[in-house]
């Protein structure tokens, strides 16, 4: 499975986070969070045999 896609919509929530931060008023800031890995479908059919090494949604 291909992972560009996915590896584009993070990027797209760190720009937008930084290009926001840039528009908001002095003394304010943004912070885009970032959980790493985490166990889902999608990652289960990218990473078959270490994805059950990882935390849940629901436990993160």
């Known amino acids: 499975m291909k992972i560009a896609p996915y590896c584009a919509s993070k990027w797209g929530?760190?720009?937008l986070s930084k290009a926001?931060?840039?528009e908001v008023p002095e003394g304010m800031g943004i912070v885009s969070l970032d959980p790493g890995l985490i166990f889902t479908d999608?990652?289960?059919s990218c990473l078959p045999d270490s994805a059950p090494n990882y935390q849940s949604p629901q436990h993160w």
């Open 42 to 44: 999608m990652l289960l």
């Open 13 to 15: 929530v760190e720009g």
């Open 20 to 22: 926001i931060a840039k």
